[in-house]
């Protein structure tokens, strides 16, 4: 069983910044692809961000420049580096996991193991 627990999120103001944290435990079998995803309610769930096994960082075209995404294997935690934050950017923020090959970094079907999610509201 793999447990995910997402933390930082808040209410911030247009142009300012956030830090959300994510930290994995459980059975480990193999290397790991972890993800940021973000829903607003009512809405499909928009992938924002992956971090491979290995190693590739990917971010989505509508936070590139603005949003840093960062794994440390050694404390199975995944981090997501919020900066220049607007409106658009308020969701329910998930962090997502999945073990060995990862086909598409930004589908969520290919991830099986979710958090509970974090909330981000920015504000205008």
């Known amino acids: 069983v793999v447990e995910l627990v997402e933390s930082g999120g808040g209410s911030v103001e247009a142009g300012g910044s956030l830090k959300l944290s994510c930290v994995a435990t459980?059975?480990?079998?193999?290397?790991?692809?972890m993800a940021w995803f973000r829903q607003v309610s009512g809405q499909e769930r928009e992938w924002v961000a992956t971090?491979?096994?290995?190693?590739?960082?990917d971010v989505a075209e509508s936070v590139k420049g603005r949003f840093t995404i960062s794994k440390d294997d050694a404390k199975n935690a995944l981090c997501l580096q919020m900066n220049n934050v607007a409106p658009e950017d308020t969701g329910m923020y998930y962090c997502?996991?999945?073990?060995?090959?990862?086909?598409?970094?930004?589908?969520?079907?290919?991830?099986?193991?979710w958090g509970s999610g974090t909330q981000v509201t920015v504000s205008s």
């Open positions: 459980g059975h480990f079998y193999s290397g790991y692809n």
């Open positions: 997502a996991l999945r073990f060995g090959v990862l086909a598409d970094p930004a589908d969520p079907s290919w991830f099986n193991h």
């Open positions: 971090a491979e096994n290995d190693g590739t960082e």
